[in-house]
């Protein structure tokens, strides 16, 4: 049977929209926009004398959601910076077990960085937070975080070979 008409069940599907169709646009439309407001500042910058008001803000906020939206992609890939020092003294059943403990570990951590975002965006959301030049409300890219740890936490626990069956 082909990978496409694979029948997954509904949490793995809505999933798998998520981070292949709806993370990647999200990431690219970032990617794009830092990229014009960088255009436009240099060219303002340097021929017209007339920077881009903001350009600097635009670039904080731009770069940060789009390490986030990257993040659940990331992890999908299992391209994650590792340091691998013994494994090769370990038997193979070692292996397998520090790796689904070190994947547990990780769900952990992405669930509560998912928790904390998300209460902290909220607090933001509800005093009205503000970037300091544009006045850009600051709650969104705080929800992109919450939403994209815990995707991220969702991700490492589904095991390595129902990833690729992707």
Not at 32 to 54: E, K, Q, S, W
Not at 111 to 120: M, Y
Not at 142 to 152: C, E, K, M, R
């Amino acid at each position: 049977m082909m990978a496409a008409h694979r029948k997954h069940p509904k949490p793995l599907k809505g999933l798998r929209f998520i981070i292949v169709r709806v993370l990647p646009a999200m990431a690219a439309a970032f990617l794009l926009t830092l990229v014009a407001v960088t255009v436009i500042d240099v060219i303002g910058r340097y021929f017209f004398d007339a920077p881009l008001p903001g350009a600097f803000e635009l670039t904080q906020i731009l770069l940060a959601d789009l390490v986030l939206a990257a993040l659940p992609m990331t992890t999908f890939k299992d391209s994650h910076v590792e340091v691998d020092l013994l494994s090769h003294f370990w038997s193979s059943e070692t292996y397998l077990r520090i790796g689904r403990f070190g994947a547990a570990v990780t769900a952990i951590v992405f669930f509560v960085l998912s928790w904390n975002v998300g209460e902290h965006g909220l607090k933001l959301f509800e005093d009205g937070a503000v970037t300091n030049d544009l006045s850009l409300p600051v709650w969104p890219a705080a929800l992109l975080g919450a939403i994209t740890y815990l995707v991220s936490g969702l991700i490492v626990l589904v095991p390595m070979r129902k990833r690729q069956e992707f």
